[in-house]
């Protein structure tokens, strides 16, 4: 009994019952079927996903990196040229000042030339108004008073015009003098 | 409670009959379908449902930077994928690796049952199983080796052994034919199984032995089943390595087997 027994088991080791078989065959099947269908294709989709991800993000970088750089040099420039023009300003004004403070110059010694002019232009005509009055004036006081003086009327016109002529000629002379 | 040991210490030693479990549905027994609800099924229903349910509910929602389970279930497929597929065969070799990621899972937590408390029987002690998962292996690498290849290309490609001389063909082509499109199944099958079926009937050893000393008549005898349990408590740390490693070599020499047939020479 004992022997029939391990050589009825025995066979059974490597001639395995159809049904257990069967079992084997559909629940593999089934697993298999289900992982491949539903997960595994899931999960290289998503492996798939992580690469773009991570390479899009390393290309987003790149781009917002060259921007930048971009950006930075275009900024240097636009200084560099305001540096240029602020320079430029200030020297077109410093000779404009320059240049204004030249005309003013110019102008005011123009005037005051003119004005200086003015004035003695002035000064003459009223010294030569003056003299001429003084002139009339003085003969005419002097005779006043010689005639008062000598009690007579010097009647020789001439005479008497030719006296202070010559009375004030000395005068003149002897101030210029 | 004392009985249970006598029960148990009846089995001693352990035989094959020891793998054999009775039908769930006694109705069933002795008929054609008895071995279809037994023990050693429903742990293989069980693994599978395990198996499917938890890649689906860690990859029902997958996230660009994934969560802890979705990071689990992630570095299972991609340790096959990277490790075994792209290794072994080549940047073609991801085509491949859902299927060698089913073996390998399907494999590993059905042999988890081998030291499973209460469970502790591998179904692929079982040669049922492993038959079925080296046919499928076996198919898939010749039918990818025939749509490279066609037919009697791929017929060559696995027989002729190039680079020999002539007259030693002969001998080699049924050698090879034989060795490469019949035995790779067979060993695929018989190795896990044969692993499993020892690693089983060790723990059984160490731990009926243990009980069968421990009923022993001398005094003397008595505590040496102690360190007989401890011994099978260490079988079974042992068997956790063995089983890992099974269900590795399992899907690696898939994957070898897979690279063979894509391979422009042999």
Avoid: C
Wanted: charged share 20%; no cysteine.
């Amino acid at each position: 009994m004992y022997l029939a027994a391990e050589g009825g088991a025995g066979s059974s080791i490597l001639l395995p019952p159809l049904s257990e078989i069967i079992v084997g065959l559909v629940a593999f099947s089934v697993v298999l079927f289900i992982l491949v269908k539903f997960v595994f294709p899931r999960m290289e989709a998503m492996y798939q996903a992580r690469v773009e991800a991570i390479e899009g993000g390393i290309k987003r970088a790149e781009a917002a990196q060259a921007e930048a750089n971009k950006l930075l040099e275009q900024y240097k420039t636009q200084l560099a040229e305001a540096r240029t023009d602020a320079a430029k300003i200030r020297d077109d004004a410093r000779a404009d000042a320059e240049g204004i403070r030249q005309d003013i110059l110019a102008k005011a010694r123009e005037e005051s030339d003119r004005i200086i002019a003015a004035g003695k232009e002035q000064l003459a005509a009223e010294r030569q108004t003056i003299v001429r009055e003084l002139r009339a004036e003085v003969g005419t006081l002097a005779v006043d008073l010689a005639s008062r003086i000598v009690g007579e009327s010097l009647a020789d016109e001439a005479r008497r015009k030719g006296s202070v002529d010559r009375f004030l000629a000395d005068l003149e002379s002897s101030g210029a003098r | 409670m004392s009985e249970v040991p006598t029960v148990l210490a009846a089995e001693f030693p352990p035989g094959v009959e020891s793998f054999d479990f009775p039908s769930l549905i006694p109705a069933l027994e002795g008929t054609a379908w008895a071995a279809a609800f037994t023990k050693v099924t429903l742990l293989v229903w069980i693994a599978a449902a395990i198996t499917v349910i938890f890649f689906l509910v860690t990859y029902r929602n997958p996230q660009l930077v994934p969560t802890k389970k979705q990071w689990l279930a992630e570095s299972v497929y991609g340790l096959v994928r990277d490790n075994i597929a792209k290794d072994i065969i080549g940047k073609e070799g991801a085509r491949f690796a859902p299927y060698l990621t089913t073996v390998f899972v399907f494999i590993l937590v059905n042999n988890l049952w081998g030291i499973f408390p209460f469970a502790q029987i591998p179904p692929m002690s079982h040669i049922a199983f492993p038959m079925v998962l080296a046919v499928f292996s076996w198919a898939l690498y010749i039918g990818v080796g025939i749509r490279k290849h066609g037919f009697l290309g791929y017929l060559k490609s696995s027989v002729w052994v190039s680079g020999a001389p002539l007259w030693v063909q002969p001998i080699l082509v049924p050698i090879e034919f034989f060795s490469n499109l019949l035995l790779r199944p067979v060993t695929l099958a018989v190795r896990l199984f044969a692993n499993m079926f020892a690693g089983h009937m060790i723990l059984l050893v160490f731990t009926l032995g243990g009980v069968a000393l421990f009923q022993a008549e001398s005094l003397f005898i008595k505590p040496v089943a102690f360190l007989s349990w401890g011994m099978a408590i260490v079988m079974t740390l042992f068997e956790l390595g063995i089983l890992a490693l099974q269900a590795y070599v399992f899907t690696l020499l898939t994957a070898t087997y897979l690279q063979g047939s894509l391979a422009e020479e042999h």
